[in-house]
């Protein structure tokens, strides 16, 4: 073959390649969109209709029993933050036959969708197939619930249909604190509009809920079929359907809310049930986009199909809230307001999954509102979506803030919102390094994320994201010209990573400690562990573990009063966040992820302490996962993320626990964390600097996969699509970049003095990298060297 050809020929094979691989990317996006079947077995579990105005709770049978701990017994209905609008709605039928009517009481079948919620219910009456829809319009105040009803019989039917809806308009958790009280809510019919309306008597709080369909008639007060409680009202709209035989009749009801005014939510309710197909329709594109970006297909299918119900459940919590914006909620039911930990873990996955907009958002208003609270660079911990901060912050919140803001930057590369927030970074490494570090040893104290009792110490991650905050707040110093500044916060960083992993680290476990201070920090610890658990003892277990922390009291007090050094008292999972972050040289770290994987974890990783060995999280795991990915350990990687797989649909379709595997939440931010963030970052190995239009692709493939493919990897204003393939010979990398003027970069470990072949071309490797050029490059490396 004349070799003015052969490079054009490998870019053909090279696109033809990549081209069956979209195909086969395109294959599986759909699946989602046919649902998740609970198959009738999670009913009392509780499930989100969700949208970033409005969102329902409820249970999988269809009804609204109370639910949560937060506004106790109150995070379940029909909410629009700050405001609950409704307890609960029922639905009653009733042919001739049976004037009376018959409630759809328990549904047989829950189904999960990217976009909504349906219930199937069987054998309500005869010959009718009943089905109830819902879902929630993007950036709409205001919820769609629709009932359809095919007729199986051979005769035309007449059916009477009753919604049924209790109002609780009333307040979001600490309103109290801000001087709002919830008042009995007025009820009342609007016959120029055909809709209920209900407003709280001395607030402006307002609900309007109609139909689609002629009213026959409408009740005020009407008795519901459930014990209620509160100040709320029941109203109750008739409709009549004719359906003729084997067709089927869709009915619409809709819920629209305002803090404006009572005008605005009848407005809103008119356009809501108008326009009905067309929001729904926008609602699935909005979720087909999102499956877009980084959009993956792995040889292993369940992690495949979890990363992509991962980015769904986060869109899931994303929040608009009036008079702030965009963030993105911690986790539902019981925390859908603003978290500082939970972001700063979350954005780092959602990021990677190419949502660039909500992490910078979400980041701007966690500054804005810790400037207000706080004003002296410290990030809050919580914020009700009422505006009242519970907590002002944990200690490793405004490190990890740092760590989430450079991280933000690197894959975006945008200068006015870091320029934006960078003074307040400066105040926080500040406030980190001089308020919280007392004694002046670098340690900061305070909480950090194990809010244990008595755990108020100088903590391995607080020290450990504070040095990495400190490496952050370093480069974006030098960004701006700050270089002295730079070279102070980078000489910290150096000084701090040294005492982590000579204070903290216990030579004779191999593993760190959790906090690092005196002897009688360590007894005050102990005691505070003990007092705790003796409070809450209920079996043999509990008493195992009182009996340990007596130990570790008697332990501790027979040591020199002047003892000073790390300390493992509680064993809690973050001892991992130095192998988390690499800051671990790599002998101590192997060693330290052995030790927790065979002592520390549970069925499904990391206990969040292995003293106590009863509770495992979603963040642990994904932390475990980074850890090991962090030193090169894929196949160790992909274990910790398959045990966080594992727990897919336990309690809801299509979604993981906070607590794994059935407890807690049952969707929460941060679990995209340990699967985007692995996956994106290091089983592909994209590592972005989009400010300057770098990006290193350092992929690791498991030890079992024969090829991944990642395609519109979002880095800046940049797209690429990765193609990896392995076969017994040769690994094959092909790489396509949107753009061609991006300076990009191929690192194959081991490959230096071996030959491969770039866009045909045989080239002899002078070290581990490879310089890619224009938009589409292949390599192809003979593995049997």
């Known amino acids: 073959m004349n070799k003015f050809y052969l490079p054009i020929y490998f870019l053909i094979i090279c696109f033809f390649t990549f081209c069956q691989s979209k195909n086969e990317l395109d294959k599986y996006s759909n699946q989602y969109f046919e649902g998740l079947s609970n198959n009738g077995e999670t009913k009392l579990k509780p499930y989100i209709t969700a949208g970033d ?66 219930f199937i219910y069987n054998n309500i009456l005869s010959n009718l197939e009943v089905t109830r829809f819902q879902f929630v319009p993007n950036q709409t105040k205001g919820v769609i619930i629709s009932y359809s009803i095919k007729n199986n019989s051979l005769e035309k039917i007449e059916i009477m249909m009753d919604f049924i809806l209790r109002t609780d308009i009333s307040p979001v958790w600490l309103s109290k604190e801000k001087g709002l009280i919830d008042y009995p809510d007025q009820l009342s019919w609007d016959s120029s509009n055909n809709i209920f309306t209900a407003s709280d008597s001395l607030n402006a709080w307002h609900i309007a809920w109609g139909t689609n369909k002629p009213v026959l008639s409408y009740v005020e007060d009407y008795e519901v079929p459930a014990e209620t409680a509160g100040q709320g009202k029941n109203g109750l709209i008739s409709v009549e359907i004719k359906i003729m035989p084997g067709e089927e009749e869709t009915i619409s009801f809709g819920i629209s809310g305002s803090t404006n005014s009572l005008n605005d939510a009848i407005t809103s309710n008119k356009e809501l049930l108008e326009i009905i197909d067309k929001n729904l329709e926008d609602k699935k594109t909005s979720f087909k ?117 450079w991280k933000a930057f690197m894959w975006t590369g945008d200068i006015d919102f870091l320029s934006n927030i960078y003074p307040y970074v400066k105040l926080g490494i500040e406030w980190l390094t001089v308020n919280q570090d007392v004694n002046s040893n670098l340690f900061p104290e305070g909480y950090g994320i194990m809010e244990v009792r008595g755990l108020n110490a100088e903590l391995i991650d607080v020290a450990v994201y504070t040095q990495q905050a400190l490496v952050a707040a370093s480069e974006m110093a030098k960004l701006f010209d700050e270089n002295e500044l730079s070279q102070d916060y980078f000489s910290k960083s150096e000084i701090l990573k040294e005492k982590i992993n000579t204070e903290f680290w216990n030579d004779d476990l191999d593993i760190y400690g959790d906090f690092y201070g005196t002897r009688d920090q360590a007894i005050s610890v102990a005691k505070g562990a003990l007092e705790q658990f003796e409070l809450s003892a209920k079996n043999e277990e509990s008493g195992k573990i009182i009996d340990f922390y007596k130990s570790l009291v008697d332990e501790f007090t027979k040591l020199p009063k002047n003892t000073t050094k790390g300390w493992l008292t509680n064993k809690n999972w973050v001892i991992n966040t130095p192998m988390e972050t690499g800051i671990t040289p790599n002998d101590k770290a192997i060693k330290s992820l052995d030790k927790i ?18 509770r495992m999280m979603t ?49 929460q931010a941060w679990t995209i964390y340990g699967i985007a963030t692995p996956l994106v970052t290091h089983i592909f190995g994209v590592k972005p600097d989009a400010y300057n239009k770098t990006v290193i692709i350092e992929p690791h493939l498991p030890s079992d996969w024969n090829y991944a493919t990642i395609e519109n990897q979002k880095v800046g204003l940049n797209s690429y699509d990765i193609n990896i393939k392995r076969d017994y010979s040769k690994i094959h990398y092909i790489v396509n970049s949107e753009q061609s003027d991006w300076n990009n970069k191929l690192i194959v470990k081991g490959l230096k003095g071996n030959e491969y072949t770039l866009n045909g071309q045989k080239v002899v490797a002078l070290n581990d990298e490879i310089q890619l050029t224009g938009t589409l490059n292949t390599v192809i490396i003979n593995t049997t060297n």
Not at 341 to 367: E, H, M, P, R
Not at 375 to 395: K, L
Not at 634 to 641: A, N
Request: proline content about 4%; overall charge negative; glycine content about 10%.
């Open 53 to 118: 105005k409005m969102y329902i709770i409820g249970t999988q049978d269809g009804l609204f029993p109370d639910i949560g701990g937060h506004v106790r017994g109150e995070m379940g209905g029909v909410w629009m933050h700050p405001i609950k609008l409704a307890d609960a709605f029922w639905t009653k039928i009733a042919l001739d036959s049976i004037s009376q009517g018959i409630w759809l009481k328990e549904a047989d079948e829950y189904i999960t969708y990217p976009h909504g919620s349906k």
């Open 289 to 405: 986009e999102l499956l877009e970006k980084s959009k993956i297909s792995i040889p292993d299918k369940e992690l495949e199909t979890t990363y992509n119900w991962v980015k769904i459940n986060t869109r899931w919590l994303e929040m608009n809230l009036d008079g702030y914006g965009r963030f993105l909620g911690a986790g539902a039911i019981e925390y859908p307001w603003l978290f500082g930990c939970d972001n700063s873990y979350a954005l780092q996955g959602v990021l990677a999954s190419g949502d660039f907009n909500l992490a910078k958002s979400t980041l701007k208003i966690l500054k804005d509102v810790s400037a207000e609270v706080n004003g002296n660079g410290r990030i809050i911990h919580e914020m009700s979506t009422n505006g009242v901060v519970y907590n002002r912050g944990n200690t490793q919140e405004t490190a990890h803030f740092i760590i989430a803001v």
């Open 597 to 614: 994987r065979a002592e520390h974890c549970g069925e499904y990783g990391p206990y969040l302490s292995a003293v106590e060995r009863d």
């Open 619 to 667: 963040i642990s795991t994904g932390v475990q996962a980074m850890s090991e990915a962090q030193y090169g350990r894929t196949d160790e990687c992909i274990w910790y993320m398959n045990k966080i797989s594992e727990t897919l649909s336990r309690t809801l379709p299509g979604s993981i626990n906070e607590m794994m595997p059935d407890y807690g939440c049952p969707v």
